[in-house]
């Protein structure tokens, strides 16, 4: 039987310097490669392929189709694969590569079978503990934005709990084998984190948690982001995509695609006080795929001003942070 987890509860805004974050996020980012910020001509091709609408996505296809050898692409080039086959599917398409790539969307949904079948039981056990995990990056957004389970390979387990959760979650998740950013026996990662974003401030983490909904893993309940929040984290974590700037663009764009009321996602932006975090990482999305501009939400959160209001307290809260000698 797992053991209970003693608690202990700390002021939220001293919470977001506990070194248990900071290791944690000093840990993931050099546990990855830096960012790409240029796409190279196979990513370019097969993110035009995936994401524009009609002959120019056929045409971008026939490029890539007519330069490249599938077993020889980048491995962010073939993720994409999937998703490029729906888009083109979906406008009557049939051609070469087609069975090549049915056979890797089959092979995505079978190995995310396998993980999600894990994941519910380890998002039981913590749930018994009374812990309420929250789910981001891979499964989240294979099981809400993607229209099929295999456009997205999972392959990681990528959670949150709240800050006074997280040794015991850590401890919990331990007694299944899963060590913080190792590979279990499967050659799959754990990431658990104790913050939604890095750059968040005082206040802002409540925010997160209280728009969160329910989500249902094999039977096992777990919580998501709200779509706007999804958003926004998607977009501030793309250093933990490494080199996969494409898959980052990718899963901005799937994101973007869903969202229907933009006011709402405009006023929740100034909400969380991160209108120049979001337009920065906006400013590297449009730098490397110009076409992804084309999209509503991207353009409008693009051109957002950021308040004079919301620079002072971002400047306020860096200098305290500096002031502990903590890196923000």
């Known amino acids: ?109 079978y190995a995310n079978q396998l993980l999600l079948k894990d994941l ?23 099981l809400q934005y993607y229209e099929h389970p ?57 925010m997160f948690w209280n728009s969160a909904s329910a989500i249902d893993v094999l039977g096992s309940s777990a919580l998501v982001l709200s779509r706007a929040d999804q958003l926004f984290y998607t977009l501030l974590n793309r250093r933990s995509y490494g080199a996969a700037a494409s898959m980052w663009i990718a899963d901005v764009l799937t994101i973007a695609g869903t969202i229907r009321d933009t006011d709402s996602v405009l006023h929740r932006v100034h909400d969380h006080r991160i209108a120049g975090p979001i337009k920065h990482a906006l400013g590297l999305l449009v730098q490397a795929f110009p076409e992804g501009s084309n999209s509503s939400i991207v353009e409008k959160l693009f051109s957002l001003e950021v308040s004079t209001w919301e620079k002072v307290q971002r400047h306020l809260w860096a200098v305290f942070l500096r002031s502990l000698k903590v890196n923000p």
């Open 150 to 206: 295999g456009l997205r390979n999972i392959r990681d387990f990528d959670l949150i709990v709240r800050r006074r959760d997280f040794s015991c979650a850590l401890r919990i998740l331990g007694e299944f084998g899963l060590k913080q950013l190792q590979q279990d026996r499967h050659g799959r990662y754990l990431n658990l984190q104790s913050a939604v974003i890095d750059v968040a401030m005082p206040g802002q983490e409540r």
């Open 1 to 109: 039987m797992l053991a209970s987890c003693e608690r202990l509860w700390i002021g939220e805004g001293l919470l977001l310097l506990t070194s248990e974050n900071q290791k944690t996020s000093q840990l993931r980012h050099q546990s990855k490669q830096p960012p790409r910020w240029t796409l190279g001509q196979s990513e370019t091709l097969a993110l035009r392929a995936a994401f524009l609408p009609g002959a120019q996505a056929v045409n971008a296809w026939h490029e890539f189709s007519a330069r490249y050898d599938f077993d020889d692409l980048f491995p962010a080039s073939s993720e994409l694969l999937p998703i490029v086959y729906s888009n083109l599917s979906k406008q009557g398409w049939s051609g070469s590569g087609v069975g090549k790539v049915q056979g890797l969307q089959r092979k995505n949904w």
């Open 120 to 142: 519910a039981l380890y998002i039981k056990h913590l749930t018994e503990s009374g812990i309420e995990p929250l789910i981001v990056k891979n499964a989240a957004l294979a």
